[in-house]
């Protein structure tokens, strides 16, 4: 049976062991998630500057981000390789995003040639040693020392020296000189974000490259899609945003069909709070179309969405903090880590295809002024769709709605048999996100001994079962607490309450906790 250089790197079945809960687990080394620091580098911008707390909009966001990545907010006291994912953190890569390898006050419009070193600037690491070899070693190990699975690399699509109508010689032996660079440092995921050479002829090459000299290096591209809105564009004549909010992608583009081949993973791509989950499921089942009609093996990374990540079993690129333990944030990344251990993420698989329902939701929301980088969006409102239920691996399940209005339905069947449901809430006018109540009703049976997981906050869960049970066994996905419980059985089904699983397990009704369950 052949394997796929991808399936060599992330190899692992998932484990279940037949009588505790959780028994059997194993640790998957290494997953192609990731905690950003791109979002705390912003975040410290706005803490630094409340007076102005964009710096300057546009231009890649707030430019001034990229000075607040340094050796001493790591590692220093209180830095955030021992503060962020405690617990959970063995299964992250920590992704050193834009500013890493760049002198401080670098912004691309005014100094775009100074992107793309790949060497750790030293200004930043001053205490790493004196050669960019000793310095990338020396972060990636101490992060490793920290518990984390080690640096990931934010990359530029250039070279350094790069610049407006004048591109420097000799790319390909610069960036061999840097995978080597990076194969010698123990490097092992590289995020290729956007440069003067987003082409397929300098990503494939890249990718190339690196298969050649370190298939253990994971490559993450970015699509042709830019924009952190699906199909809204600003009409200034009109004063307002038009388009149908939906992805559109185009499956079959030849550009988009080769960058997905020859990517190890590709991102979904930047959104923007609150629509961000609509827009990120959108672009998901679009992108997987993709890679289902063409047989690729490419994994998707659908950045900061961690019920989607879990579910779907795509990659998370997390870029919320994850340095106060009991936060919903924190919990919620947690039990997408614990899940990882019985679904870990996999790439396009034959017989794993995803599909979608006819039904179209929306969402709608008017950004303040300075609200969000993108400055065109202040003061307008931008709507995002995307389908009402959405499965992979499974067919979809029958949703029946509670009240007036239904949630975002999503489904998963993994490779090792686990199943998983999700729900993703709608947006208000305010922002304030609410997931009305339902009943997801699984035309996939549990099989003995398989995890179900259950993400977001259905009222209840019907799925059949293949025998008799005499009791039903639920676990916390995020704090480890089980408890054993006696089924409720609708004919052959077996009906899950999530309220009286949270009664029982002394969990907050409203907590949405995300919860495992066997027999």
């Avoid at 000799?170 to 995921?189: C, K, M, N, P, T």
């Avoid at 370190?214 to 699509?223: D, G, I, K, Q, S």
């Avoid at 065109?376 to 239920?389: D, L, R, T, Y």
């Avoid at 008799?468 to 089904?493: A, I």
């Amino acid at each position: 049976m052949s394997v796929t250089r991808r399936e060599f790197i992330f190899s692992s079945t998932a484990a279940w062991a037949g009588t505790a809960l959780g028994g059997g687990r194993r640790s998957i080394s290494p997953t192609p998630d990731y905690w950003c620091t791109w979002g705390i580098q912003n975040r410290l911008v706005k803490k630094r500057e409340a007076e102005n707390p964009l710096a300057i909009a546009g231009d890649q966001g707030a430019f001034a981000a990229r000075n607040n990545l340094t050796e001493q907010l790591i590692f220093g006291s209180g830095g955030w390789s021992r503060q962020m994912a405690a617990g959970f953190r063995s299964q992250l890569f920590m992704m050193l995003d834009d500013g890493w390898d760049v002198a401080f006050d670098s912004l691309p419009s005014k100094c775009i040639e100074r992107f793309g070193s790949l060497e750790p600037y030293p200004a930043r690491f001053p205490s790493m040693g004196t050669t960019p070899l000793e310095r990338l070693r020396a972060i990636n190990e101490k992060l490793k020392d920290d518990g984390w699975q080690g640096a990931a690399l934010w990359i530029a699509s250039q070279r350094e020296g790069d610049r407006h109508g004048k591109l420097a010689p000799g790319v390909e032996d610069f960036y061999r000189r840097r995978i080597e660079l990076s194969a010698r440092a123990g490097i092992r995921y590289w995020k290729v974000d956007w440069g003067l050479r987003s082409g397929n002829d300098f990503r494939g090459m890249v990718s190339r490259l690196v298969k050649e000299i370190c298939p253990e290096l994971m490559v993450e591209h970015c699509p042709l899609l830019t924009s952190p809105f699906n199909s809204q564009h600003f009409d200034a004549k009109k004063n307002v945003f038009t388009g149908n909010g939906r992805a559109n992608v185009d499956i079959d583009d030849r550009d988009l069909v080769e960058r997905m081949r020859f990517s190890d993973v590709i991102r979904t791509y930047d959104v923007l709070s609150p629509l961000g989950s609509v827009t990120t499921l959108d672009r998901t089942v679009d992108y997987s179309r993709l890679v289902d009609k063409y047989g690729c093996s490419t994994i998707l990374n659908v950045e900061d969405d961690p019920i989607i990540a879990a579910v779907l079993s795509h990659g998370l690129g997390i870029m919320r903090d994850l340095d106060q333990v009991d936060s919903y944030g924190t919990m919620i990344c947690r039990a997408v880590a614990n899940w990882r251990n019985f679904a870990p993420v996999y790439g396009g698989r034959s017989g794993y295809a995803t599909t979608a329902c006819e039904r179209i939701l929306s969402e709608c929301y008017r950004y303040k002024e300075g609200e969000v980088w993108l400055r065109s969006a202040w003061g307008h409102e931008v709507m995002q769709a995307a389908p009402a239920i959405v499965a992979r691996g499974m067919p979809l399940p029958e949703v029946v709605a509670l009240e007036k209005d239904v949630p975002y339905v999503i489904a998963g069947r993994h490779p090792s048999g686990a199943i998983s449901f999700g729900t993703l809430p709608r947006i208000d006018a305010s922002g304030k996100k609410t997931t009305p109540p339902v009943e997801i009703i699984s035309q996939t049976a549990l099989p003995k001994t398989i995890p179900l997981a259950i993400f977001g906050s259905p009222r209840k869960v019907i799925v059949p079962v293949c025998e008799k049970l005499d009791e039903v066994r639920v676990r916390s996905l995020s704090n480890g607490g089980q408890v054993r419980v006696k089924p409720v059985m609708v004919g052959n089904c077996l009906s899950l309450d999530l309220p009286e699983l949270y009664g029982a397990l002394s969990i907050a009704r409203d907590a949405h906790v995300p919860l495992m369950i066997s027999y």
